[in-house]
Structure formats: C-alpha cells, structure tokens
C-alpha cells in the first residue's frame, strides 16, 4: 500500500479526536499534541515525510483517543469508520484506545486502519504515560504495509 521510496508524504486529515469518559475525572498527563508528536516520530521513523503547506501529500491520516466508555457513534463513524468493532469495549473498565486510519487525500475509503488498547492507570507520571504511549505507537505501526 504505501511506498517508503523517497519518503511517501502524509498529511493530518483532522485534528486528532480526543473523546475522555465522565468517569475519569483525573487530568490527562498527555495531550492531543503529544499523541501527534509521537505518531509523526514512529512514522518518520519508517521514512514517511509528513508533507508541507505547499506540497501535495500522497496519503492523509487520521486518529482518535478513547479514553474510558466509548465515543459517540456519529463522533468516529464518518471519520475512522471503526465503530462497530468497538461495540465490545467495556463501559465500565477503564481503557485507553487509540484508532488511527490512512486513506488517500479527500477520499472516504480508508487504505489501512488499525487500533490499540490500553488500560489507563490512575496516578501515572508525564514521562511513564509517554512511554506508555510510544510503545502503544510502535505496536500498532508495526502492522502498517511500508514497502
């Protein structure tokens, strides 16, 4: 599906969906921009460019965190188009899912997605959550097709 040949370009499609549960009521330690920051690192890391204001990117991407029970369906469908799968998720136990899809620029068909689980523990620190969140990051784009 994408090519590593010269570095494919990718571009943010949408800000980062960020949907927390009334039940956690403890602050997040990371932010939507630490969760890009990380995406775009272990990307990078596999050669992908992430495309500037003035180029045309090859492939955009687009991600969600679910943080407790499960985001509004209207919230995800149209842009992850990963709702039903999530349909299992307890709503109670509290996990920490992020869902990332790649799709062509402007087009609705998603080329690859993929998601990851995590339980969220209370009273972790900034630099435990971040490396958490990375190796949550590396597993699932391990699964990526970069060629």
């Known amino acids: 599906m994408v090519r590593k040949q010269g570095g494919c370009q990718f571009n943010w ?14 602050p997040r330690p990371l932010g939507r921009s630490d ?5 775009e690192a272990e990307l990078k ?8 204001p003035d180029e045309a990117p090859e492939y955009s991407i687009v991600a969600a965190i679910l943080m407790g029970d ?5 919230e995800l469908q149209s842009i992850v188009q990963l709702y039903p799968a999530l349909r299992s998720v307890s709503q109670t136990l509290e996990r920490g899912t992020l869902l990332v ?7 609705e068909q998603l080329l690859w997605r993929g ?5 969220l523990l209370e009273g972790f620190s900034r630099d435990e959550g971040k490396s958490r ?8 784009f391990a699964r990526v097709p970069l060629h």
Not at 70 to 74: E, G, K, N, Q
């Open 101 to 107: 899809a790649i799709s062509y620029p402007g087009s």
């Open 133 to 140: 969140l990375e190796a949550a990051v590396r597993s699932l």
């Open 70 to 74: 499960s985001a509004p369906a209207s």
């Open 13 to 26: 499609r949408s800000e980062i969906i960020w949907h927390q549960s009334e039940s956690l009521a403890s």
């Open 115 to 119: 998601a990851v689980q995590v339980f």
């Open 35 to 39: 969760v890009r920051r990380v995406i």
């Open 45 to 52: 890391s596999k050669g992908v460019r992430f495309a500037e």
